[in-house]
């Protein structure tokens, strides 16, 4: 049984973050809303989208992630080279407006959101709650090499995975009690050391984000509930952004997250199940 604040946290991880709609859809089968939606890079994303309207983001997240602007960035069709990015933001900006039905600004949500970015000059995690959304929501997926640096007020943002990818933290500071994790795969699977340079880039990242993930799990609070939803991917190639660009391999990545998020509640629900295991004591 669900009690207290509900936060749903939406971790970063790009085009895998379609298995957050499978999730969602999980979740919101069993009776259970947000009063909270915390959301980092493409969580940030899919969460504002949730956050405006609870009721109609599946429809809006599942036409979001196989419309035109979702191909133009999986296809490369949005590629506008700039000196220090490849892609323009304005196919996510599209993607925004229509999952946000009119919202502008954080206020104008239907359920209270947070997104995550890193400020440049500062070198520091930023956290937005206030203001403008869509300018909030592109900084926190503006991935470095990718999309240019968002400039809000005197700072750049850039993407917020960098410095909390998975964002537990936050969720149980704004007072949650029971958080539903909605992570992208990554963690699931166990890393293996790098084979050539690109790899040590990527398991050098990998190990910062799961640090983090597992500090902050580490300091909830006495009783606090912590639902980690798995993606259902069988191994680690499951996860690799070249497999998981087409249409037809995102609806595939949602089907199969929505079937394991659904097992995963199912068990918690039964006595001794998963939320007992991973409550807080």
Sequence with gaps: MVSGK??????????????????????????????????????????????????????????AWTSREARAITTGMGLRPGRAHVMSTEPLRRMLAYGLVGATAFEDLEIEFRCCAASVERAAEHWFDSGPLVPAVLASAALPGLFPAVRIGDEHFVDGGIVNSIPVGQAADAGATDIYVMQVGRIEHALTPPRNQFENARVAFEISRRHRFARDSAALAAGTRMHVLPTGTASPKENRVSRNLSPAALRRRMATAYGAASAYLDREDEPGGAAAERAVD
């Design 6 to 63: 509900v936060a749903f946290v939406l971790g970063g991880g790009g085009v895998l973050g379609a298995v957050q709609v499978g999730m969602l859809r999980a979740v919101l089968e069993r009776g259970i809303r947000p009063d909270l939606v915390v959301g980092t890079s493409i969580g940030a994303i899919n969460g504002a989208i949730i956050a405006a309207d609870v009721d109609r983001s599946l429809e809006r997240l599942e036409e």
